[in-house]
């Protein structure tokens, strides 16, 4: 079946300016994580949603970072007065229920911040 | 902050050779897994190995885990150019669900 998707692919910006970063999990998966990777770094945990929990926001890095997940399917990553430190790979993974250990990540969205 | 630490950074073998991938980290993990990235995008799941486990097989994947050391490596046998790409593991400590910290990657570049 389909994978995670995310759009944009590719996200050039002002610094200043607002950005919305859309992810698509697998239909059914219940768990939505959201990490950045920055230019040859590791990932970093940003957001975690299950369900109809509160998310998990401890990874956020300022308040400029916020993200919901509408109907327990497609989650939006929004950035508030975008800085340069925030050109990343912006990266969505989702897991199902019954199998939450692994993570399927979507394709990434590259965001450029000049 | 990074749990995982990779060693080597980068790593360059001719096709045919085994390529081995050693991480560390720092605290008690439910599981740590391995991922593969190509050309900096999105990530492929390649094997989990959880904590009471020691070794686990894939196909031409082998992974150790030793949690008294913290540490895990990765092998791949008989490497062909395809797998050239950045290795990462990644450990889930059981918190918050199974969110993932990362290590830095190692850069494997097979050679043909």
Redesign the interface.
């Given at each position: 079946g389909a994978g995670v998707s995310q759009s944009p692919s590719n996200k050039v910006t002002e610094k200043g300016k607002d950005v919305e970063l859309r992810c698509d999990p697998i239909s059914g998966h219940t768990a939505l994580y959201w990490y950045r990777q920055s230019l040859g770094q590791g990932l970093e945990f940003l957001i975690y949603f299950q369900g109809n929990s509160a998310p998990d926001k401890s990874g956020l890095p300022s308040d400029r970072f916020s993200a919901e997940r509408t109907g327990g399917s497609v989650s939006t990553l929004t950035i508030q007065r975008t800085q340069q430190e925030d050109s990343a790979v912006y990266l969505c993974a989702s897991s199902p229920r019954l199998a939450r250990e692994t993570q399927y990540f979507g394709p990434g969205t590259r965001l450029l911040v000049l | 902050s990074?749990q995982?630490e990779e060693d080597p950074q980068a790593l360059s073998i001719q096709e045919g050779e085994n390529a081995t991938m050693n991480c560390s980290y720092k605290t008690s993990i439910?599981?740590l897994?391995w991922?593969r990235q190509n050309s900096?995008?999105?990530?492929?799941?390649l094997i989990?190995i959880r904590s009471n486990e020691r070794e686990k097989h894939s196909g031409r994947l082998r992974v150790t885990l030793d949690t008294s050391k913290k540490s895990s490596s990765l092998l791949i046998t008989a490497s062909r150019a395809a797998d050239t790409a950045s290795y990462?593991c990644?450990t889930?400590a059981g918190t918050?669900?199974?969110?993932?910290?990362?290590?830095?990657?190692t850069q494997l570049t097979v050679n043909p």
């Open positions: - | 990074q995982g439910n599981n897994q991922y900096g995008r999105g990530l492929v799941h989990l990462f990644a889930d918050s669900g199974s969110r993932l910290t990362f290590g830095e990657g």
